[in-house]
């Protein structure tokens, strides 16, 4: 599986769609739709039947799933595009291993996500 652009807990901004200007903070991730969870995006309603959980039963807010290719990681109150980079990390034993990172190119420089 290769790495993912957004991850759980990032704060993203929806750049397409019914809810395009939204931000909110990443809940899940489906990588095999490709699709994210988002707090507060793409509420559906859902009609709850009765039963031991929920004895009143009644109508359900709760958010629905957005392609990935629909949000748009946020950092300093600004969408930005996120790449990747390799480093080289040196093991305890000596060795060294190559590690990719996030990152993003901004005016100031590069800057690590992670």
């Known amino acids: 599986m290769s790495m993912s652009k957004i991850k759980v807990g990032d704060t993203v901004r929806v750049i397409t769609g019914k809810d395009k200007g939204r931000e909110g903070k990443v809940l899940n991730i489906d990588h095999a739709k490709n699709r994210v969870t988002v707090e507060g995006v793409n509420l559906i309603t859902k009609h709850a039947k009765q039963n031991q959980q929920n004895p009143n039963g ?4 709760k958010e629905g799933t957005v392609d990935m290719s629909n949000v748009m990681l946020v950092l300093n109150g600004k969408p ?5 980079e390799e480093i080289e990390v040196e093991k305890k034993d000596g060795k060294k291993k190559k590690k990719r990172i ?3 190119r901004t005016a100031d420089g590069t800057v690590r996500v992670d």
């Not at 009644?58 to 807010?61: F, M």
């Not at 930005?80 to 990747?84: A, N």
């Open 80 to 84: 930005v595009r996120v790449g990747f």
């Open 58 to 61: 009644g109508i359900i807010h």
């Open 102 to 104: 996030r990152v993003v």
